[in-house]
């Protein structure tokens, strides 16, 4: 099914082109878009710090709860 606007859409877009002339820039965002080598690296390293937050959090977790005893082995054993 092909979605086709009718008249009135039309102009609810034209209108807000008109209004706000940043978003017509958003049709053709590439175009606009500057890559540098920066790029790459920042998108690698953000993935990264993602994907290796739960290990750290994990390590530091067992390293903070490691030393404790739990109250179960406080108990005596019942005879």
Known sequence: MKFQMNYFSRWIIAALIAVFPGLSHA????????VTIET?????????VIVLFPFILSAILHWHFAG????????????
């Open 27 to 34: 049709v053709d965002s590439y175009r606009f878009m500057h």
């Open 40 to 48: 790459p690296w920042a998108i690698f390293l953000f993935l990264l």
């Open 68 to 79: 404790k005893k739990s109250d179960s082995d406080d108990e005596k054993p019942k005879t």
